[in-house]
């Protein structure tokens, strides 16, 4: 009997705990908290449609109310199965170095890096590449101009061969995560 085929991708749900401003548009500014500050991003800086970065597809941005997650210790349930990556869109109040936990169906944790640059007009400090770069940055009463803000893929690794039940994100309120797919590679 052949082997029932397992999909390569699965999107990690994120809508239901959704809880920070990262984008505002230009009548909105004071609503921005990407960081102390309430700095934003400019609305569609990341696209409302699903995307595909790195060849990777990833769900869409919501264009009204929370857009991200800030890494509070969430754990997310994901679809059960071996999966070899787990991707992220994501950006960093300064450079994020924490660690998401991987849950398994047998009771084991792994404990990886993750590792995401500033938000701020930088090069990527830990190998990521741009997803998404704003030409502008909002301020909570004015817009600067030429001065990008970034938004990140990055992705960390799964290690153990097991099933994957759910992931636990840091505590670190440091780090934004946009949208996550978990990936497995062809055997």
């Known amino acids: 009997m052949p082997a029932t085929?397992?999909?390569?991708?699965?999107?990690?749900?994120?809508?239901?705990?959704?809880?920070?401003?990262?984008?505002?548009?230009?009548?909105?500014?004071?609503?921005?908290?990407?960081?102390?500050?309430?700095?934003?991003?400019?609305?569609?800086?990341?696209?409302g449609a699903p995307v595909e970065v790195d060849g990777v597809p990833f769900t869409g941005s919501p264009h009204t109310?929370?857009?991200?997650?800030?890494?509070?210790?969430?754990?997310?349930?994901v679809e059960i199965g071996r999966w070899d990556w787990l991707w992220l869109l994501a950006t960093g109040e300064r450079r994020v170095e924490d660690e998401i936990a991987m849950l398994f169906t047998d009771g084991a944790v792994d404990l990886e890096a993750v590792r995401v640059s500033d938000f701020w007009a930088a090069p990527a400090a830990f190998g990521e590449t741009v997803a998404f770069r704003s030409e502008v940055m909002h301020y909570p009463h004015h817009v600067q101009s030429r001065l990008p803000g970034t938004i990140w893929c990055q992705r960390v690794p799964i290690t153990r061969r097991a099933d994957l039940v759910a992931i636990r994100l840091p505590d670190n309120l440091a780090l934004h995560v946009f949208a996550a797919t978990l990936l497995r590679c062809d055997r």
């Not at 109310?65 to 349930?77: F, W």
């Open 5 to 47: 085929p397992h999909p390569t991708t699965a999107p990690v749900g994120l809508d239901a705990i959704r809880d920070n401003v990262a984008m505002t548009g230009a009548d909105e500014l004071g609503a921005g908290g990407l960081n102390v500050w309430r700095n934003s991003l400019p609305a569609g800086t990341y696209p």
């Open 65 to 77: 109310g929370p857009d991200n997650v800030r890494c509070a210790g969430q754990t997310l349930p």
